[in-house]
């Protein structure tokens, strides 16, 4: 007799439901038409899902990667005064600070005011290309992040640098930390300020303001009679200068200052920080949390902070 196979004991029902499964799951070629299509499609939709996320991830990686590396805006005109002065400002980039710079057009003479990094360098590229010299580099103190392109002014201009004489000494030791020549500065002219000093050329007078705090001698500089004050990292729009970088004079110090130098000033004073948008004194008196309450013990985060001597706000 034919011997039986193990087949033959099987139902055809069951024989053919077994036949099933092993082509479904062992040899998907032999899958049903119907399971065959939606695992074509189940597979396609997750290789597009992938595929965006990745052209997304791709995309947003060069898009920040285009605003690191992208060059400053041309700069800013922001003020205008009666006797023709122009007032211009190139914004932060990364890793530096506002730059702005005092032009009078008539005489083509200016004078920049924290030469810190592609910020300035737009500034000098601008001033360059329509012939107007730079008589003053005005420094509100000596972080990186304010002077990192000092040498540039030291180098291609004849400008003074206009400096309290303490950030003076703090700027020549960075510098010669750095590998710079820390006598530079001495060999093109330094114009020491303390408080209440005046700076002016052309139809621009400018008076320096000591506010110690965020370091031991940072300066701002109120333009006279035109209502605006640079204020460097003293004041911001909201905040005040970090006091735990090495180097300050201590939070109570700086709004101390802040309180007697331009809390003293008129409302309508527009300040124009180093960091950030730009505000006025009426509003910083009224609505900053640290000069409304003397009796404050809890400090709020400070925006725009940047890093250390390496560039710290």
């Known amino acids: ?12 029902r069951a024989a053919g439901f077994r036949s099933r499964r092993r082509l479904a799951h062992d040899d998907p070629r032999g899958c049903p038409r119907r399971e065959n299509a939606r695992n074509r499609h189940t597979i396609g939709l997750t290789r597009r899902t992938y595929a965006g996320w990745l052209v997304a991830i791709v995309g947003a990686a060069t898009a920040w990667s285009g605003i690191q ?31 702005y710079a005092l032009v009078d057009p008539a005489a083509k003479q200016a004078a920049v005011i924290d030469p810190g ?21 005005l420094i509100t103190h000596a ?18 640098v206009v400096i309290h004489p303490v950030e003076l000494q703090l700027l020549r030791d960075r510098r010669k930390s750095n590998g710079h020549d820390p006598d530079g500065l001495d060999a093109r002219g330094c114009l020491l300020r303390t408080d ?13 303001l000591l506010i110690p705090g965020h370091t031991l001698a940072s300066l701002a500089y109120s333009w006279v009679g035109e209502d605006i004050v640079f204020s460097g990292d003293a004041l911001f729009r909201g905040s005040i200068g970090r006091t735990d970088l090495p180097g300050n004079a201590g939070e109570a110090c700086l709004v101390a200052y802040i309180r007697a130098k ?16 730009s505000t006025t004194i009426g509003r ?17 985060a400070a925006p725009n902070r940047q890093p250390d001597d390496s560039g710290k706000q």
Not at 70 to 98: C, K, M, R, Y
Not at 119 to 130: F, P, T, V
């Open 117 to 137: 990094g592609r910020s300035s360098q737009a500034m000098a590229d601008y001033l360059r290309s329509r012939g107007i010299r730079v008589r003053y580099v």
């Open 262 to 277: 331009l809390l003293s000033l008129d409302d309508r004073v527009r300040v124009l920080p180093g960091h950030g948008a």
């Open 69 to 99: 590396d992208s060059d400053p805006a041309a700069p800013l005109l922001i003020h205008e005064s009666t006797t023709g002065a122009q007032l211009f400002l190139v914004p932060e980039q990364p890793g530096n600070a506002n730059c």
């Open 196 to 208: 209440e000093q005046t700076i002016e050329f052309a139809h621009v007078r400018l008076k320096a």
């Open 284 to 300: 910083e008196r009224t609505a900053n949390p640290f000069l409304r309450d003397e009796r404050r013990t809890k400090r709020p």
């Open 1 to 12: 007799m034919r011997p039986l196979s193990s087949q033959a004991h099987v139902p055809k």
């Open 143 to 160: 972080h990186t992040d304010h002077v990192s392109h000092l040498d540039y002014y030291l180098t291609h201009t004849q400008a003074d």
